[in-house]
């Protein structure tokens, strides 16, 4: 499944830099001037995996191919963005196609670094974000419902998403069913996604864990719960020392973490955003982890293959579908155990002998972390 990550914010608050530190390498141009960002830069970012390394070994596999998560830089939004100024049609039509957004906030001060209303301040500029995609919202809901062609499941929905909208409350807070939810799906409407916030800092208070940059962060993050009270998907990130990280070596990174007082070991295994915010979106979006080894045809058979799938929604036989067409066809039952309990014997076969592996059929719903060897003629 394809799974995209809108990066959404002000002009000049890090969007394109955290990207590139995402990616681990300057994909985006990042500048010092408003809408240095035209056309969306994208790129498959790898979702951290305790297992599927360890179930490479474990098999003796020539590769491992991991789950990846698309990540969109998309053009900074300005005020009147609902109404199409700035970049704004561009920013909206591209936001809307994504299952989840990314919003980054600025939180440091750099005289160098142009703000558009000229003072960082990210209560007011995560505000004037979210105001504007609501207007977008807003909009895009009266004008469907004024549609002779809106009726039933769905036009029950968007008169409560719009009830909702003019109080100032995203349409993810207006209370939907899971039925009016997906009624209102194609819209893409933005205040349905999910949203993480990163609130990027400068690299003292990154490493030194000043107080003040993530007061302020804080201050905003209680300023957007007041519209939307589940709203707690949040993290600090230095965008920037971030970027800086990626164009050094292994050996040069930890050198330069310790130079600034931090735990190397830390931040490169655990602490950074190329491994912290695939993780929280993943989680954000209700997302497991699920393994498949040899047996697809026409690929490489060597390969441990790591596969998101929502949770509770794929069965055995949809993942053979997703595997090979022929695989489906031939589909005869699924060989499953969980990675951790995989790992603890020397070998497959070691495995089945203790009963740790099961045969299961079609139907069978996928859990989180299940190692699958689809059995097929």
């Not at 951290?48 to 998309?74: C, K, M, N, S, Y």
């Not at 990314?102 to 974000?129: I, K, L, S, W």
């Not at 990626?246 to 830390?266: I, R, T, V």
Request: with cysteine; aromatic share 4%; net charge negative.
């Amino acid at each position: 499944m394809k799974v995209r990550v809108g990066i959404i914010g002000l002009p000049n608050v890090g969007k394109s830099t955290l990207f590139n530190a995402l990616a681990q390498k300057a994909l985006a141009h990042a500048a010092n001037f408003p809408f240095c960002t035209i056309e969306p830069n994208v790129a498959p970012i790898a979702v951290p995996d305790e297992h599927q390394g360890q179930l490479q070994a474990f098999a003796d596999l020539a590769r491992a191919v991991p789950a990846t998560i698309e990540w969109v830089d998309i053009a900074g939004l300005a005020k009147g963005a609902s109404r199409g100024e700035g970049l704004g049609n561009k920013f909206l039509g591209t936001a809307r196609d994504c299952d989840a957004l990314c919003h980054v906030v600025r939180a440091f001060e750099d005289p160098e670094t142009v703000h558009v209303d000229g003072r960082v301040d990210p209560a007011t500029d995560a505000e004037v974000v979210n105001i504007e995609l609501l207007l977008a919202d807003l909009a895009h809901a009266e004008r469907r419902l004024e549609k002779t062609t809106c009726r039933g499941e769905e036009r029950a929905a968007l008169e409560a998403v719009v009830a909702a909208l003019r109080e100032g409350v995203p349409a993810r807070a207006a209370g939907l069913s899971t039925a009016a939810r997906l009624a209102i799906k194609s819209m893409g409407l933005l205040t349905l996604k999910p949203v993480l916030y990163a609130f990027n800092v400068d690299e003292a208070d990154f490493s030194l864990g000043r107080g003040a940059a993530r007061a302020a962060a804080e201050a905003a993050l209680r300023s957007v719960r007041h519209r939307d009270p589940r709203t707690d998907a949040s993290t600090i990130v230095s965008a920037q020392l971030e970027a800086d990280l990626a164009e050094l070596g292994s050996e040069e990174q930890a050198a330069y973490l310790e130079a600034l007082g931090m735990d190397a070991k830390e931040c490169l295994e655990l602490g950074l955003s190329h491994r912290v915010l695939p993780t929280m979106v993943r989680q954000l979006l209700g997302l497991d982890l699920v393994y498949t080894g040899p047996g697809v045809p026409r690929e490489n058979t060597e390969t441990v293959k790591a596969h998101l799938v929502r949770r509770g929604s794929l069965t055995a036989e949809g993942l053979a579908g997703r595997l090979h067409g022929d695989i489906l066809r031939g589909f005869v039952c699924a060989e499953v155990a969980p990675a951790a309990t995989l790992l603890q014997h020397a070998s497959y076969s070691r495995a089945k002998d203790a009963g740790c592996v099961r045969t299961e059929g079609r139907g069978y719903v996928l859990a989180p972390s299940d190692v699958v060897l689809v059995k097929w003629r």
